[in-house]
Each structure stands twice: as structure tokens, then as C-alpha cells.
């Protein structure tokens, strides 16, 4: 087959829908064998957005021909689908190959590429290229909207590990596609040095924003102590930055919730983000910033309705994964989770789906399904043997929570605050810090001013080691 008669292949027969130009740029260039880098030499798209629209027109492929399709063995399976669809080997359609039977055909190159994503345990953010992200609609949409408002304020609200830096990552690569100029800061980075004073602070910030724009930074001639650092950091945006760049800048603030921990420099710097996103009504150049803020919990410091950039602009809170989710992701890992009841050994006599089974124990909690799923899927164990040892200090989660409970080992009170949380048969209310370290952390889930256990993994595994601490 040439080119042309895989495209027309792929939209008339197996997708049944014409492809976009850029999925067509890709399909076309994977067939010819460029990679992502080449065809973006030769367009005017970004590396990370071709590997994120292929991954995609990958996977729509994958699950028309029941078989992972990758741009490494697109020639083999098109070539195989074709075959059975033109007759030449009707008597062997029965006998299309699995997907083991193809793996043994690929060189060991390329079959370590096609699993080398799926391989890797899960741990920081989904790569752009990586088919194991899963959307959330329609968060991801608001925010490519979103960040096209001049002036906008985004925030982007959940606790540890669900996904935020990987949702982050995304708007980002899909503001550069577009022309913007995008700057990325985490507060996790940040030296506790630099958060003595207001003036040290804004400072910092001024210098990463310049560097990260290829700009020398400049701010001795644009501070003015008579004015307030506050001041100066406005007018070095307006008088330096601004004028330097001709498009709109994205300005990612990511763990703000490390700011909330120093209250005095809290109680400036986020009103100042307040001013700043109202300052795009009435001055034009104000309307090139969109500021995108991300952060694990509410924050707890008191701030005045008119001060606070907590209620301004859109919100987006991340849930957990929902049940189809889950299965897409497992899907995704190579785990045959139709929608099929299945019958599990006598101890789990009732007939549900793996997936409602996983989320009993994980609550859709993202990195905590797909740590299950990356050992269901190299067979280290059956989900039944999995879910049993789960919650303890056996269990696949024996790091993960251990360095949790070490944490709480040493602020006595925030462990009695989640054995509170934990022994409770309904939810409990409490002390404002105590509930935002909790929540930061991951293990609780606040619904208003009362607190449950993120997931019965947590419930289970702290009920018995905060018991048995207390005990002894």
C-alpha cells in the first residue's frame, strides 16, 4: 500500500471519519518513517503537540484493529488488516495473529520501544507522548479555552499525585502551539531563604520569569524602595517584560500552596495576582498575561473577598478517575477490562467488574490505580492477590505509605487528626491546619469543613497503624 491508499484506508474503513491535517501530517510522515522531530522541522507544529495527537490517532487505531498500534509496527498490522479485508487470505481470518504472536515478529528494539512506556512505573507526570494520560472532559477543553482569554486566571485545584503537573504540562504545550510565550514556576524549588521578606521574594520571582524568557534580568532598574516591591514588580513587567515580548505570556505558578505556608508573604503576593488579573479591564498590556495558578488545597489564610484571586477567574478541581476511566487506563496497559462481568475465585463470590473491584480499595485515586495496574500488567500478581495485601505494610503501597506515616510520626498532631478521620463512621470535622496538611498530603477529601479518607486503602492501612501506635 502506498500512502495515499493507507489514508484512505484509515478514514473510509477503519475510523470512519476524515482525519485532521495534522493527523493526516502524521499519519502520512509515520508511514514514510519520520519521527515526530522531523515533521516538525517541516511544519508548524510543536514536537510535544504531534506526539500528543499522534498518541491519540494511535490509539483510535488500537482499538478499531483490537491490536496496540505504534509507529513502529503501523506497516505490519494496516498491511494484516488489509490482507483480511480483500480476501487474499479469507480462509485464515480466524487466524489473525495475537498480539503476542505479532510482539515476536518486531525486533527487540522495537519491541522494547512499544513497551517502554507501559513498563515504566508510574511516578511524576504523564509524559506529552504518553498513551497512558487520560482526559478528563471537559477540563481539558476549558483550559485550552481558557488560556486564549486575554488577562485570564486559571486555577487548577487537587491534592498530591492526580494529575495536575500533567494536566499542567499539557496547557502549556498547547500554548506554544499557538505563539504564546510560557514561563513555569514551582514553589516546591524555592529555598525557604527566599521567603524572609516580600522584597527577597518578588525579586526571586522577577529574575525566573526574565530567565525563563531568554531576558537578562534587570531589576535594580526598575526597583524602587520609595515605591514597594509590590509596585516594582508591576511596573518591571509592564516597562521590561511587556515590551520585550510581541505575544501573550503564560505565567504557570505551580504548589502555590507552599506560599500559603508563610503567611506574611501570602497576605501581598496573592492579592497582588488578584490586581493584576483585574488590571486587564482597563490597561491593554496587562491583557497579554494569563496567569495560571495550581495548587493541592484551599488555602487557609484569611484574605479579604475583594484580596483573594481564590475566587476570580475559572476553577477547574481535578476528581478522581470515574469507572470508565479506569478501564480506559487499563485498557491502555494491555489488561483485558471489558465491561463483561467476570467471575473471581470463591473468596470474592460476587460477580463485578475489575474495575468497581480497583476502585473499592483506590477510589479512582490516578496514582494509585495505575501503580496497581503497572503490576497487574507484568503479572507480578492477580488483582484478588493485590487487593488482600493492599493495605498493608506488604502490600504494593508499602512505600508510598510508609513515607506518609513517617511524616505523621513527626507532627504527633496531624496523626490524630487522621486517626480521627480514619475510626470515624461518618465525616469529621477539623482544625483548619491540620485538615490543609492532610489534604496537601493526599489522604483526606474535604467536603466543606468535614474530612473522609481520600480512599479505603488509607482508611484501612492508617486504622491499623495509628491504632497500634496508640496502643503501645
Known amino acids: 500500500m502506498n500512502v495515499d491508499e493507507v489514508l484512505e484506508a484509515v478514514e473510509k474503513v477503519l475510523l470512519s471519519r476524515q482525519l485532521t491535517p495534522i493527523e493526516q501530517l502524521i499519519l502520512r510522515r ?27 490517532l494511535w490509539q483510535a487505531l488500537s482499538a478499531v484493529l483490537r491490536q496496540r498500534v505504534t509507529k513502529k509496527n503501523l506497516h505490519l498490522l494496516v498491511n494484516l488488516h488489509q490482507q483480511n479485508s480483500t480476501g487474499e487470505q479469507q480462509n485464515r481470518v480466524q487466524e489473525l495473529p495475537t498480539d503476542t504472536e505479532i510482539e515476536h515478529n518486531f525486533s527487540d ?15 511524576g507526570p504523564v509524559p506529552l507522548d504518553s498513551p497512558l494520560y487520560i482526559n478528563r472532559p471537559p477540563i481539558e477543553e476549558l483550559a485550552y479555552t481558557e488560556i486564549t482569554q486575554p488577562g485570564c486566571l486559571l486555577r487548577i485545584k487537587a491534592p498530591k499525585q492526580m494529575g495536575k503537573s500533567s494536566l499542567l504540562i499539557r496547557i502549556l504545550a498547547r500554548a506554544t502551539d499557538v505563539g504564546y510565550k510560557t514561563v513555569s514556576l514551582d514553589f516546591q524549588e524555592t529555598d525557604e531563604a527566599i521567603f524572609t521578606s516580600l522584597d527577597k521574594f518578588l525579586r526571586w520571582f522577577c529574575a525566573n520569569v526574565s530567565r525563563q524568557l531568554d531576558l537578562k534580568p534587570r531589576l535594580d532598574e526598575f526597583w524602587d524602595e520609595d515605591m514597594g516591591s509590590k509596585v516594582s514588580c ?12 510581541n505575544s501573550p505570556l503564560v505565567l504557570a505558578l505551580n504548589e502555590v500552596n507552599r506560599v500559603f505556608e508563610h503567611p506574611k508573604i501570602a497576605l501581598d503576593f496573592l492579592p497582588m495576582l488578584r490586581f493584576w488579573h483585574e488590571q486587564a479591564r482597563a490597561v491593554d498590556v496587562w491583557q497579554k498575561l494569563r496567569i495560571l495558578v495550581v495548587h493541592t488545597t484551599e488555602i487557609y489564610i484569611p484574605l479579604k473577598l475583594n484580596q483573594s484571586p481564590f475566587n476570580v477567574g475559572v476553577s477547574i478541581r481535578l476528581p478522581q478517575f470515574s469507572s470508565e476511566q479506569v478501564q480506559d487506563l487499563a485498557q491502555r496497559y494491555g489488561l483485558d477490562w471489558s465491561d463483561n462481568v467476570e467471575t473471581l475465585s470463591p473468596a470474592l463470590t460476587y460477580r463485578k467488574a475489575y474495575a468497581s473491584l480497583l476502585m473499592e480499595m483506590m477510589g479512582g485515586h490516578p496514582y494509585l490505580v495505575s501503580v496497581a495496574l503497572y503490576h497487574l500488567r507484568r503479572g507480578a500478581m492477580t488483582l484478588e492477590a493485590l487487593l488482600q495485601v493492599a493495605p498493608t505494610p506488604s502490600g504494593i503501597y508499602s512505600d508510598h505509605l510508609r513515607g506518609h506515616l513517617a511524616m505523621l510520626q513527626d507532627e504527633p498532631q496531624l496523626a490524630s487528626a487522621l486517626q ?16 490543609y496538611k492532610l489534604e496537601s498530603m493526599g489522604l483526606i477529601q474535604m467536603d466543606g469543613d468535614r474530612a473522609s479518607p481520600s480512599c479505603q486503602l488509607y482508611r484501612l492501612y492508617f486504622r491499623s497503624q495509628l491504632g497500634e501506635k496508640k496502643e503501645c
Open 420 to 435: 480521627q478521620v480514619v475510626t470515624a463512621d461518618k465525616r469529621v470535622q477539623l482544625e483548619a491546619i491540620a485538615a
Open 30 to 56: 509515520s508511514w514514510l518513517g519520520d519521527d515526530y522531530r522531523e515533521m516538525a522541522q517541516d511544519s508548524a507544529y510543536s514536537i510535544p503537540h504531534l506526539k500528543e495527537v499522534g498518541s491519540q
Open 109 to 123: 528494539n522495537i519491541l522494547a520501544s512499544e513497551t517502554e512506556t507501559e513498563q515504566k512505573f508510574p511516578g
Open 234 to 245: 508591576k511596573i518591571y513587567f509592564e516597562g521590561y517584560l511587556f515590551k520585550k515580548i
